[in-house]
């Protein structure tokens, strides 16, 4: 938190959250398009604002509660100073009117365990009937309790340039606090957020920026030296260097996306990883011709399909109030086209990943029993076993369900296939 809490540092927060509040982009975009425009603002204020803004997206449902009915960007941000972040009155005088002394002293008052479980969970009531249907009430509230911390950064140390040993040494003796992820055998985790765009690390390409649940799914496919790979919904490519860097840069690995404008996003961080052998191809769609051209030829494809990323709350809180019920059903749809057209890639003795960052079954579940009785073609393999072979020491199943509850990380599903 800044120095001293400036009713004008107040009102940027203000500005940011009306925006937010909008759902007409990502958060995480209007914030950054927001400091752009406002470059006077030093790193500890925007950190602030960030913060506080977040913290009004995390527990919006429950603090609207605590307004009296006077559900203002102004009022959201007093309630979570007061009841989320625990100022006292004296630290809030400066931003106070007279008729909100009374109000707030109320609004801290009010006992969460009374309000209604959807509010409480401070999630929509559609998307809190669901996960009570699939985990019942007492873990929905649960998971929707660690949905709403603060998630850590998590990073990936690049294999092809480093060693997670040297750079944990590097991080400490700079003083970073860092130290192994439990289950990624690759990853790091930062006790913090420290700005690493200038780390001498990072400019390297020595380490990236990702969970370590994410990393996981590299793990699964489980790409080899001299293979061809495809990741088939490469966006910015976080899993594409992975499992570049697990090929130890040969073979042949393509990022396939139907957006130039996430590729592009790709180039500069390939260009720090050093690989050699990722081949980044915009696509029309899943059914482009240069698709269709690789049929049967790969080794390994690991489909991340586009969801509804309700596995990520912790990064991405503005999710659970962007999504509906309508865009769940239309990105089902989506899902097992996507599937289908990747399959059609795979050699007889290959192997498909399919995953998503939701924990909804109708993303996960759904889509898989309903590829594989219309594919007999593709037999299940066990991705707990894949991952304990591989020394990663992990408790799971068939499909890998990966819970910020259970393992502390985003929540992602994967199924795992070979085919015959």
Same mark, same amino acid.
């Given at each position: 938190? #800044?120095?001293? *809490?400036?009713?004008? %540092?107040? !009102? ?6 009306? @925006?937010? =509040?909008?759902?007409? &982009? ?97 999630? #929509?009531?559609? *998307?809190?009937?669901? %996960?009570? !249907? ?6 929905? @509230?649960? =998971?929707?309790?660690? &949905? ?104 042949? %690995?393509? !990022? ?165």
């Amino acid at each position: 938190m #800044p120095g001293a *809490l400036s009713p004008a %540092l107040f !009102a940027r927060a203000e500005a940011v959250l009306g @925006e937010l =509040l909008r759902f007409s &982009s990502a958060a995480d975009v209007v914030l950054s398009a927001y400091f752009r425009r406002n470059p006077e603002l030093g790193r500890a204020d925007r950190a602030f604002v960030a913060e506080l803004a977040y913290t009004v997206l995390r527990r919006r449902r429950s603090l609207a509660e605590r307004c009296a009915g006077d559900v203002t960007s102004r009022r959201l941000l007093l309630a979570a100073l007061a009841c989320e972040q625990g100022l006292n009155r004296r630290q809030m005088d400066t931003l106070l009117r007279d008729p909100e002394g009374k109000w707030l002293s109320e609004a801290k008052a009010l006992v969460r365990a009374s309000l209604p479980p959807a509010v409480r969970c401070d999630l #929509p009531d559609w *998307l809190h009937a669901l %996960l009570v !249907a699939q985990y019942g009430e007492e873990a929905t @509230e649960a =998971l929707a309790e660690a &949905s709403n911390r603060q998630a850590p950064l998590d990073l990936r140390v690049n294999v092809q340039k480093a060693t997670r040993e040297a750079v944990i040494e590097r991080l400490v003796a700079d003083g970073i606090a860092a130290s192994a992820t439990p289950l990624s055998p690759i990853g790091v985790r930062l006790n913090g957020k420290p700005s690493l765009a200038k780390y001498p690390l990072f400019l390297d390409g020595s380490i990236e920026v990702q969970d370590e649940g994410s990393q996981l799914l590299g793990f699964l496919l489980q790409p080899r030296r001299g293979e061809m790979v495809a990741d088939f919904c490469a966006g910015a490519g976080g899993k594409t260097l992975l499992l570049g860097a697990l090929m130890r840069s040969q073979g042949r %690995l393509y !990022a396939f996306d139907v957006s130039a404008r996430r590729l592009a996003a790709l180039k500069p961080r390939l260009a720090r990883s050093g690989l050699s052998n990722v081949h980044p191809v915009c696509i029309d769609s899943e059914r482009d011709a240069r698709v269709r051209r690789l049929a049967g030829k790969l080794d390994r494809v690991l489909v991340d399909a586009p969801c509804s990323g309700l596995g990520t709350l912790r990064r991405n809180p503005d999710l659970k109030w962007r999504q509906t019920p309508q865009a769940i059903a239309e990105l089902g749809v989506k899902q097992a086209s996507i599937l289908a057209a990747a399959a059609t890639l795979v050699k007889p003795g290959g192997r498909l990943v399919y995953a998503t960052c939701s924990p909804l079954a109708a993303e996960n579940d759904a889509i898989v029993d309903a590829f594989i009785a219309a594919h007999p073609e593709f037999t299940p393999l066990s991705a707990g076993d894949i991952l304990r072979e591989q020394g990663i020491a992990i408790t799971a199943g068939d499909r890998l369900r990966l819970s910020v509850l259970e393992h502390g990380v985003d929540g992602f599903f994967a199924a795992v296939f070979q085919r015959q």
